[in-house]
Every structure is written in structure tokens, then in C-alpha cells.
């Protein structure tokens, strides 16, 4: 059998709200029961396989649920540009995982510049 870790439930419920996945989503993707799932978020007990298994669905660092703190707000909604006014809108975990990657991608490029002393301007298309 093998060694269960004890981890931050808070983290675990803030991973997966942060790229809007329900409890029954994340457990059909993990593929265990929905039961299992809340009880890990409720217990903050599991094996170090399935905490791999879970930073991989939620896109962050297994060393994230070992976090003492208060995890952050959550912000699902994204603004909807495509009208005049502030609508937001809920988006579904895909999208937030892109979102999620395209952020981190800009934060190393820019980290890469800063350390060369290069200046990076970002040209849009239309």
C-alpha cells in the first residue's frame, strides 16, 4: 500500500475552483468517485500518486497543496470584450488552463529579458 501525505485541503478545493471544475468533473477526469475526491478536499489526506495525479489535472506544482497559507480569491470570470459594457463571463476549465499557461510563458520571457537586459515589446495583430 502505499504512503498517504497530509496536505492543505484549502489548496485542493482552490485548484480545482480556479480553473471552474466542479467536484463530478474532476472525479470523471481522475476517474475514482466523487466521494473520493470530497473526502481528500475534507480530509486533506491522500497518496503521493493521486497528489501528482491531482497537480496534473489542475495544472500546478504538487508542492501547492503543501502550502500553509490561506489560498487566494478566485477569479473564474473573464472579461468579455466583445461588448460595450463590463459583462464577464464564467469560462469553462480549457480555456483558464490556456489562459493559465499563456501568463506563465509571458512571465518567463519577460524574467529571460530582464536578466539580459533586453527590452520586449509585444506587437498585436489585428
Known amino acids: 500500500m502505499s504512503q498517504s501525505i497530509k496536505v492543505n485541503p484549502e489548496w485542493i478545493i482552490w485548484s480545482r475552483k480556479s480553473i471552474n471544475y466542479t467536484t463530478e468533473l474532476a472525479s470523471k477526469k481522475l476517474k475514482i468517485k466523487k466521494s473520493t475526491l470530497e473526502e481528500w478536499e475534507t480530509s486533506g489526506v ?16 504538487p508542492l501547492l497543496f503543501l502550502n500553509n497559507t490561506t489560498p487566494p480569491k478566485i477569479e473564474q470570470y473573464i ?18 488552463k ?12 519577460l524574467d529571460i529579458a530582464e536578466k539580459l537586459n533586453k527590452n520586449v515589446e509585444f506587437e498585436y495583430y489585428q
Open 98 to 109: 490556456e489562459i493559465k499557461h499563456a501568463k506563465r510563458k509571458r512571465s518567463f520571457l
Open 46 to 61: 491522500l497518496t503521493y500518486k493521486n497528489l501528482n495525479k491531482l497537480a496534473n489535472l489542475y495544472d500546478v506544482s
Open 79 to 96: 472579461k468579455d470584450y466583445r461588448t460595450m459594457n463590463d459583462k464577464r463571463i464564467l469560462s469553462n476549465p480549457d480555456i483558464l
